[in-house]
């Protein structure tokens, strides 16, 4: 499959699951590779705030970005050379929950509150 879209709004490819329950997939892509990516997210402009990969939920009970590793691996994982390796953000509550046992090489804890 190819998808190409020159328009500043443009997508060039599009999927749209429409049933109203049940686990419904607007794509799926998958790679049986050993290193393969089943989705790669590739922001090519070298300025501006865009998005590699980016998800969304109206649901407050739902997930913008959701990873899961049934075995032993990582559900979801971030990494930068220079920046941060995972930044979370909320205009109320809580900007990071952890569930379970948290492991911590380095860690350093800014603001008040």
Same mark, same amino acid.
């Given at each position: 499959m190819y998808g190409r879209s020159d328009s500043t709004s443009g997508r060039a490819v599009y999927g749209s699951a429409t049933a109203a329950s049940g686990t419904a997939y607007?794509? $799926?892509?998958?790679? +049986?590779?050993?290193?393969? $990516?089943? @989705?790669?997210?590739? +922001?090519?402009?070298?300025?501006?705030?865009?998005?590699? @990969?980016?998800?969304?939920?109206?649901s407050g009970a739902g997930y913008g970005v959701y990873g899961t590793a049934p075995g032993a691996?990582?559900?979801v994982y971030g990494y930068s050379s220079s920046g941060y390796g995972g930044?979370?953000?909320?205009?109320?509550?809580?900007?990071l929950? @952890?569930?379970?046992?948290a492991s911590v090489g380095v860690i350093t804890i800014r603001g008040g509150a």
């Open positions: 607007g794509g $799926r892509f998958e790679s +049986a590779s050993t290193s393969g $990516r089943g @989705v790669f997210g590739f +922001a090519s402009a070298s300025t501006g705030t865009n998005y590699g @990969v980016m998800g969304q939920t109206n691996g990582t559900g930044y979370f953000d909320t205009g109320s509550g809580t900007a929950y @952890v569930e379970g046992t």
